[in-house]
């Protein structure tokens, strides 16, 4: 299975610090993307980072990617209340075009 | 800015019944894609659809599930006889790429099976 696995499960952090949330996949991708989905919501695409990308900025967003390591890290800077969602890792696969979604991090940003 | 919409947002059914769920993606993508994700579990693929053929689909995707883009806006995902375990949020994505392009998601239709 390419499914990414996102560590931890669960963070919770104070707001103005910042969270750190980590993917890891397991088979060759073209890009990597991080969405976020609010409780029973859908889902929102943050950013995407190339294979040849190995660090992305998007506003409070910094994405990392490691292709040797198949792992990839989503930092969110000075955290707001508004920023607890799930985060969710998605891949793609080199010859199909479908995404593999990770199990998430569920992040709740305490005021 | 434009976004893919899905309606309904709700749907209880019961069990046995057919469902239509739809979805209209965004007007110049050629890639269009369902996704699952049963309360609490991942993200699952489901199948996608190009060229009005379907290109990939998961095992998920067994003779119960259909697409169809049946004008040059609406793209549908029919089940032909739910199942109490259909009942997920269920998601429709499109793209304008392939590769190295996002998929743009809908806010999902829920739908319940009793």
């Known amino acids: 299975s390419q499914q990414g696995e996102e560590d931890p499960q669960a963070l919770s952090i104070q707001e103005g610090e910042n969270a750190t949330m980590n993917c890891s996949y397991k088979?060759?991708?073209?890009?990597l993307q991080w969405y976020r989905q609010n409780s029973g919501r859908g889902l929102v695409h943050l950013i995407l980072i190339r294979s040849n990308e190995r660090e992305k900025h998007s506003g409070r967003l910094r994405v990392t990617l490691d292709t040797s390591k198949k792992s990839s890290s989503l930092l969110i800077t000075a955290s707001r209340a508004a920023d607890t969602a799930s985060y969710f890792c998605a891949t793609d696969g080199v010859y199909g075009n479908q995404f593999y979604f990770g199990t998430g991090t569920s992040l709740t940003v305490i005021p | 800015e434009p976004e893919v919409t899905q309606t309904p947002s709700h749907q209880v059914t019961q069990m046995g019944q057919e469902v239509i769920l739809r979805c209209v993606p965004i007007s110049n993508h050629l890639y269009f894609y369902w996704y699952r994700q049963i309360l609490g579990q991942k993200v699952e693929f489901l199948v996608s659809f190009y060229n009005n053929e379907i290109s990939e689909k998961s095992e998920i995707f067994d003779d119960q599930f259909s697409v169809e883009r049946p004008d040059g806006s609406n793209f549908t995902l029919k089940i032909r006889s739910t199942k109490l375990e259909d009942s997920a949020m269920y998601f429709c994505?499109?793209?304008?790429?392939?590769?190295?392009?996002?998929?743009?998601f809908g806010p999902g239709t829920r739908l319940l099976v009793l």
């Open positions: 088979t060759s991708i073209n890009n």
């Open positions: 994505a499109s793209g304008r790429d392939r590769n190295q392009e996002t998929q743009y």
